[in-house]
């Protein structure tokens, strides 16, 4: 999940994340300080994911 993650980041693609809740958020990823989440940029605003509520990840 992490490549996955940092290759989106690096191509500057947005991927599709599914949450152990069964929610989907997609949009922009990048890396805040702290690599224990991810920063997704989405049309609604930013949201920092745990890399541990997630589920699946759709590049």
Same mark, same amino acid.
């Given at each position: 999940m992490y490549t996955y993650i940092n290759k989106a980041i690096q191509?500057?693609?947005p991927l599709s994340l $599914? $949450?152990?809740d069964g929610s989907k958020l997609s949009?922009?990823?990048s890396w805040p300080?702290?690599?224990s989440r991810v920063k997704i940029k989405a049309h609604g605003g930013a949201a920092w994911i745990p890399l541990a509520d997630i589920k699946h990840v759709t590049t």
């Open positions: 191509a500057c693609k $599914l $949450l152990d949009g922009m990823p300080e702290d690599r």
